[in-house]
Each structure stands twice: as C-alpha cells, then as structure tokens.
C-alpha cells in the first residue's frame, strides 16, 4: 500500500501555532505597497503536529538505512554514523553560528576548519585542503577549475581529459561541465588502465586524467605512479577521486601515489551521515602548484586568531554563498578527533579484510569481474545467471525480501549484470556471514526458484516500479484535482 | 575506536578463509606500489576525553541565546519547531543514501515528491527538483540551464544581488565565459525600463533576486511584464520566507525560479549545509538539473515513487549529463518539507507578517538615533540598509564588545560603503534584543 501524501490528510483550518504576533498594529503591514504583495498564497498541507509526526515517522519505515541493517552498496561506503557528532553538531554554539559573525566571535569553528584542513592534509599527502566543496561532485567541478586554470596560467588553454571506462560517471560529467573535451581510456583485461592505450591518447592537449584508486572494480591501480609519471610528462595533472578512500585511510597516500589534486567524500571515508542523498561535503586537496587556485575563502591563522581569507587573486573563486557545509565538517572533525590514526588504520585494514572474506565466500558460485584480492569493495557479474533468466536486478530484489539492501548493480559499465559490493568495516562477521548465506540461496534458487526472484520483493509497500511509464507520464508534483481530495 | 566489531577471533577466522596470517599481506601489492612512506600521527581520543575538548571549542563561539545577532545578509535565523530536528534524526532518514532501490526507500522519494509539491507553491512554478547545494550554486545552475536553452550567452545580472552569488555564478560558468553585463541600481532598486532597454537577441537570462542585497524589494512583476515577449528567460532568486507575504516568482512570470531554503527549518550552522530550491516550466524540466521524484506503479497497480528522468543525470549520461551534481541535499529538504507542513499556509504567513513588522519597528527604533537614517527610501522586507555618522566597523567592534552581533558593515562587500550597515531582524528577534542593541548603539554613537 501507498502512503497517502499530507496534502491528502489536509482538512482546512488544522495546523499548529509555532509565532504569535507580539501584539502588533496592522498599520506596519499598510507599509507593504500593493506591488510588492503576493495573489496566491501557497497550497500548503493543513495538519496537525502529531498529524506530522505520524506521517513521516510512517515514511521513515519504509525507508532503509546503516541504522537499519547492512548497506553494501558499491562505492558508496554505508558505514555506521557515530552519534557524537550528532549530538555535537546539534550544540548551538556550532549550529547557530552566523556565517558572517566576526572572526573574533567564531574562534571555535574557525578551528575546527583549520584543524580539519590539516589532518586531512596530512592523510592525503597534499599540501593544502578546501573544505568549500559541498559534495564530492562540487569537489571535481572545483579541482577540474583549478585544473583548467592551472593551464591557462601557463599560457595555454589544454582541452582534453582522460577518463577511465570504469570511472564514476561524475568524472566525465564534471570534466564536460568545465568545458573539456572527454577521451575514455580503455581498461585492460585485468580491470586497470591500459597503460599502453594511456601512453597512445596522451599529448599537447590532455589537460589531464582523472582516476580512481582503488578502482570502482575494487582493484588497486599498481602503476598507478607510471600513470601519473607519464600524464605530468605530457605536461598533464592527475586528478585524484577519494570516493573509495576508504580503502586506503590511515595507511597509503595520494599525493604519494603522484595525483595532483583530490577530492575526498567526507560522507563515505569520514563517516558523515549520507541523509538520503545529501548533504555531504567533498574536500579538494592540492599539491603546492596548485595552491593558488584554491577557492575562497580559506582558513588561515592571523595575528588575532582564526580567520577567513578571500583576497587570493589567482583563485577559482567562490563556490558557495559562504563556506560549505561546515555542520558535516564538524562531524568529519569529530570522527578524525576520535579514531586517530591508529583508528583509520583499523578502518581501511577491517573494510578490506571484509570485503575479500565476503568476495571469498561468494566465489563458485559467482563470477568475479576480476579474479583476485580486491580492496575495500568487489565486482560480481550476473552473466552465468543471466544465461539462466536471471539478472543482476533480480539478485538485488530478492536481496531486498532476505532482509539486505542490495549491492550497486549495472555498475561499472564494463562489466555485464555488475553487482558491486561494499560491506565496509563496521558489519560484523555474523552479518558478512549472513549476507553470504542470502547470495547463496539466491544462487540456489537461479536453478531451484526463478519465480521467486522475478517476483520479488515481495515484502515492501511496493513491489518493482514501472519506472519506464513514470518517465513517459510525469507525476511530479500533487494536484488535487489529479487526486480529487483536499487541496 | 574505529566502531569495527571485528574480534580477534573474527579476523583470525577471516585470514585463514583467505589462507593469510595477517590483515597487513592485503595491503602487499599497494606497499609495493607506493614509494616508502608513511602518515604522520595524528593522535586519537575517547568520546568523553574529546566531548570536553569540543566544549572548549563551542565556548570559543559564545553562547548565542546571550548574543542576539541582527545579521542576515543571506542566512537567516528563523523559529524551528521542536518536530523538525525530531522527525529529521531517525535513523531511516539519516542514515539512507540516495533511492537507487525504490521499493526500501519509498520513505525519501515520497518526501521528495511532497517537497517538489511544496517548492512548486511556494515559488508559483511548475516542477521543482529534489534540491541542489544551496541558492547561490542553484542560481548558478539556472544561468547554466538558461545558456542551454537559449543558446546564447549574455547574462543580465542584477547589480543588487548578492555579491557571493554573483561570485559563485563567475566560478560555474568560468569556462563558457558568458558576458555578465550587470543591470544597474538606482537608489538601491532595479529600474525595469532600463532591464528593458539591455535586453538583446544575444540575451540568455535576466537574473534578479528580491529582496536584493540591501533586503529592498525588487520590482519583480514590471521587470517580468518586459520579459514575456523576449526569448531571454527570467532567473528569479527568493527569499522563502518572504515568500509569506511577496509576490512569487512564478507570479512575476518568471521562468526559472530558485532560493536559499535554510530559512525554511535549518538552522544557520556557519553557512552550511543550506538547501539550494530550484523550480521551472514543465516545458523545461528535461534541461533541469538535479535529481526528480515522479509517481509509478507497480504490476498490481500500487502507487509508489521513483527517481525519474535519470537520462539527464550523470551516472546515465555521464558527459552528456546536463549537470555533474551527484547528492544533494535530501536531509535538508526534508527538514523543509517537515517545516513547511508543521507551519502550514497560515503560520507560513503570519511568520512573514512577524518578520516584516518586527524589522520595521527596529529600522524606526533605529532611525531615531542621532546620525542614523535608512540609505533607501523603498519598501523592504525584514532587512535594510542603516547610514551611520561613524564607521560601522567600529560599530561593529562596539557592539560585539557588549555580546551583540550587529548589522553586517556593508564595506565588507563595498569597500567604499565605510558607513553602512545592513540590519536584520527576523521573528526570533526579541523586543528585548531590540533594546539592547538600540541602547547599545546609542552609547557607541558619538
């Protein structure tokens, strides 16, 4: 069953009083010229606070999260979110903070950014760190800017950015968006970049490549210096993108690996909350050549303390109205603060160590994409099922009715019927355990049960959505008089 | 205390399914990799021993239920229902990521749907998305969605709005390098004659942003009355708040509409994460950047909802893709969405009415002091522009001595405005406040 929307629980004249009117006269509203006044006011939904609290405590049941059970989505890292930084981010003296206060009455946050910019620093081998980025895509439009800039400083305009055939599909979005031309290098056999084809496509005009390392096959690229050796012998810089960091924290740098400039996902590696789809925040480290272009503002320490420096005239720019998403910044802070090193590493040796126990497990009875250690995530196809009727979406359903949310599939686009798993570090042995045991079944049913993989899942408000008519009659806001219920 | 649960006995029992002796053999061919390295130390703590550290951090801020802060300039300090942060920490919520499986996560793509609804009533427009970064980057993704509609590249951009915007506008759209000809102010206003006067066939969009930057409000209607016979299209910046009592975007015939939401249930949280509101004409929604909720059955004919129109969007389309934007901000349009149907029309209303009356009562308190006068004779909305007979950096200092955080001095933005200050005064804004600062402002008036 559908829920049904609050503007269908509407009745006129319900609501709650949350702002009296402090006693004012009507002659300040006389004030407003009738040019200025709004004709219709906006259809919201009239109901109760309890009216509210039932309705989205209802839709947060059917919705999955970490909180709710494993979440082995692929590149995604859905690791569990400590409560700390829940609690913290909620002190008002960090979330009522005015992003414009004066320095001297925002010494605490302005620590915090500095602090984080350095251990993140520190990590990633970089010599400096934007926290601005609002999410990890922001943070390849801004490192792809300073990319672009970088050249133009040095006389001439590159056009071109190499991009892998598995990398995540901002990369190439990104690289467009800033107004390169994309040139998709292919993978060899093994899953890593064919350095020969790399060699093959570089010249004058490949501003440079993007990559990520570990790779969305989940295997570590082990020429990774060659790669950058030769991109920066064309006269190239290699952009690093962290979204599978995890793998690597705590232990193994980027900048050592010879990457130019980064980005981090602070909702993946750091363990911010992902709030179904956002905020996130998407940190851009540089190499020192790279420094000036940095967006404003940054963090520096003055004579009186923290403050925020704009006056940087070779910089990007802006790219946001103030300093990003400073609240998920404050949670990245507090989950370095408390793990440390020796932390971090525990992290990316127990999500890998997971990750291939899981991989392990599931071999015979599926095909890996690449046979041999992966990382902190694996790549199976679903093309020996397929061959018996079932596919990758299938798998993933069923996963749904055994109590998992599913692997990402059909990515990378390399590999037919993808399912990508990533169970991170924090699932216990028993869940891994568990998992394995529902992909087995599931494998068992391909021959045994195939009904009850095209049927499912069979145990959610809804079963599989015809997304294809949806994209063809769109419904994408309520109207009444579609519903014929209360506006 | 990295929250693994993995016992020495789990790992054991993992190697040995690997046929390893330690976790460290699984790192071999990266260590082999990499040149010789390692990560300098950064020191770990417990919950408790780093609590007491982040309290010494938040005390270096101040208490804010001691100082009132009569800045906006962008951010805007509203009334949050209690329900909001309540509804918004469920871990179903929190903890989900984007709705790639639609049946498990009917929870977001319904709030999604009814935030679409909502954001279409507020601004007056047709189709809304799921969200974007905050209003400046939406703003900017508007002027990118209006060069790809029109093909053509001159942007006419509001002299009186706000200068980060404009800034973020300058670094998204760096590498089409769009001639941004700005559209003048006289006496803090847009004058719609001129707009029409700089209208051209080489005009992409018009962008405005009401109330403007010295919190004035905009002829929005006029300047949309001259647009509707122009191929250019019509950018329109809100205020949600606002929005209570102003004429809408969509009322103004705008064509793409966008906003800063953090009024609407977020806290200020130093700038972000904010919520970036973006609307348009159904005729447009294939050039619209962001992620879509849309209604779809399943095969027994129940309603549900999924991501919609995925081609235009990055993980399909990839270079193709009308925009790169991945995430967004779902945990804030959800706060939104939560606010918005806790207030409903009637507190939407009446908190925009407390807004407008609270802050012209400050502007008059103010206007009585020796020296100071409003810099624009014209309507505004619960922000304005204060002259002072001194500097209003020392103003500033002044009054943060005394534990207020003034007006926002204007020669930060205008190096040559030394002695303006731009004072909001939104609905939490106590008369008490009011009189601390109007007592406090006195003293350090000459």
């Known amino acids: 069953m559908s829920a049904r929307t609050l503007f269908e629980k509407s009745r006129p004249g319900r609501g709650s009083n949350y702002v009296d009117d402090r006693g004012w006269t009507p002659e300040y509203l006389s004030r407003l010229p009738d040019f200025a006044r709004r004709g219709t006011a906006p259809a919201l939904p009239e109901v109760t606070e309890g009216e509210v609290v039932r309705h989205f405590t209802n839709l947060a049941r059917r919705n999955w999260g970490v909180d709710v059970g494993c979440y082995p989505l692929g590149s995604c890292t859905m690791k569990y979110n400590p409560r700390l930084s829940e609690q913290i981010a909620s002190w008002p003296e960090f979330s009522a903070a005015h992003p414009l206060r004066p320095a001297r009455a925002a010494q605490g946050w302005l620590r915090v950014m500095y602090e984080t910019e350095r251990m993140l620093s520190q990590l990633c081998g970089m010599a400096r760190f934007t926290l601005a980025p609002a999410a990890g895509a922001q943070g390849e439009l801004c490192g792809m800017l300073m990319v672009r800039r970088y050249h133009l400083e040095r006389g001439a305009l590159r056009h071109t950015v190499i991009v892998p055939d598995t990398a995540h599909g901002t990369n190439p979005a990104t690289a467009a968006q800033v107004g390169f031309r994309v040139v998709t290098c292919p993978s060899t056999a093994d899953g890593l970049v064919n350095v020969k084809a790399l060699r093959g496509l570089l010249n004058e005009d490949v501003a440079g490549i993007m990559l990520t390392n570990p790779n969305t096959l989940g295997l570590f690229e082990r020429e990774i210096q060659e790669i950058c050796d030769l991109v920066h012998q064309a006269g190239g810089l290699a952009y690093y993108d962290g979204a599978n960091f995890n793998a690597l924290v705590g232990r193994f740098r980027p900048g050592d690996m010879g990457f130019d400039v980064m980005h981090l996902n602070l909702h993946k590696t750091f363990s911010t909350p992902h709030g179904g789809g956002g905020p996130g925040a998407g940190p851009v480290g540089v190499s020192e050549k790279l420094e000036p272009y940095l967006p404003v503002p940054l963090v520096r320490k003055g004579a009186e303390g923290f403050e925020f420096e704009s006056d940087r005239p070779s910089s990007i720019g802006r790219l946001n109205a103030f300093a990003g998403n400073a609240l998920v910044v404050l949670r990245a802070y507090i989950y370095l603060r408390l793990l440390g090193r020796a932390g971090l590493r525990e992290v990316s040796g127990a999500a890998v160590l997971a990750a291939n126990y899981l991989q392990q497990r599931l071999l015979g009875a599926y095909e890996p994409a690449h046979p041999g250690r992966c990382m902190h995530e694996f790549v199976l196809t679903a093309a020996k099922q397929k061959a018996q009727g079932v596919r990758a979406v299938d798998i993933a359903k069923r996963l749904i009715d055994l109590g998992f949310h599913p692997p990402t599939i059909y990515f990378p686009l390399t590999v037919p019927e993808a399912l990508m798993i990533e169970p991170t570090e924090t699932e216990n042995l028993e869940t891994l355990d568990a998992f394995a045991e529902a992909m087995l079944q599931i494998a068992r049913e391909v021959t045994e049960n195939r009904e009850v993989l095209h049927a499912a899942p069979q145990t959610t408000p809804v079963g599989r959505l015809d997304e294809v008519a949806a994209a063809k009659e769109l419904n994408l806001r309520w109207r009444p008089e579609r519903e014929g219920e209360h506006a | ?446």
């Open chain 2, 1 to 446: 205390m990295g929250f693994v649960p993995h016992t020495e006995q789990d790992v054991g029992q993992m190697l040995a399914a690997l046929g390893l002796s330690e976790v460290e053999e699984l790192f071999a061919e990266v260590r082999t990799a990499l040149p010789p390295g390692d990560v300098p130390d950064i020191p770990g703590a417990s919950e408790l021993e780093l609590r007491h550290h982040l309290w010494e951090m938040a005390r270096l801020n101040g208490r804010p239920d001691q100082t009132p802060c009569f800045r906006g300039a962008g951010a805007y300090e509203h009334y949050i229902p209690a329900a909001v942060s309540s509804i918004i920490s469920r871990g179903e919520f929190l903890t989900s990521y984007t709705p790639y499986q639609a049946e498990i996560s009917q929870g977001t793509l319904q709030t999604m749907y009814e935030y679409q609804t909502m954001v279409c009533e507020l601004l007056g427009m047709e189709v809304a998305n799921a969200s974007m970064y905050d209003g400046a980057s939406a703003l900017a993704e508007a002027a990118l969605m209006a060069m790809r509609l029109t093909r053509k590249h001159r942007l006419l951009v509001a002299e009186t709005l706000h200068p980060h915007w404009r800034q973020v506008l300058e670094t998204y759209t760096a590498n089409i390098a769009p001639e941004i000809v700005p559209l003048p102010a006289s006496d803090g206003l847009l004058d719609p004659e001129q707009v029409a006067r700089a209208l051209d066939d080489e005009t992409a969009a018009v962008l405005v942003q009401n109330p403007n930057a010295f919190g004035l409000i905009e002829p929005l209607r006029e300047i949309g009355a001259h647009l509707v016979r122009h191929p250019a299209l019509y950018i329109v910046a809100a205020y949600p708040t606002a929005l209570g009592l102003l004429t809408s975007p969509g009322e103004a015939q705008a064509d793409i509409a966008v906003g800063e939401g953090q009024s609407l249930g977020l806290p200020l949280s130093y700038g972000g994460p904010y919520l970036g509101l973006f609307a348009t004409k159904l005729e447009h929604v294939r050039q619209m950047p962001g992620r879509l909720a849309g209604v779809a059955y399943d095969g027994r004919g129940r309603k549900g909802y999924v991501m919609t129109l995925q081609a235009r969007e990055q993980h399909i389309r990839r270079e193709r893709a009308t925009s790169n934007i991945c995430s967004n901000q779902m945990h804030a349009a959800l706060a939104a969405t939560v606010y918005l149907s806790l207030v409903g029309p009637d507190g939407f209303r009446k908190i925009a009415q407390n807004n407008f009356v609270v802050a012209h009562q400050l502007a008059d308190r103010l206007c009585e002091l020796p020296g100071c006068a409003l810099a624009y004779p014209h309507p505004f909305f619960n922000e304005f522009v204060l002259n002072l007979p001194v500097p209003a950096e020392d103003i500033e200092r002044e009054l943060w001595d005394n534990g207020i955080i003034s007006g926002l001095p204007l020669s930060r933005w205008w190096p040559e405005r030394t002695h303006q200050m731009l004072f909001c005064a939104t609905e939490v804004i106590t008369d008490a406040a009011c009189h601390r600062l109007v007592a406090a402002l006195e003293e350090a008036l000459p």
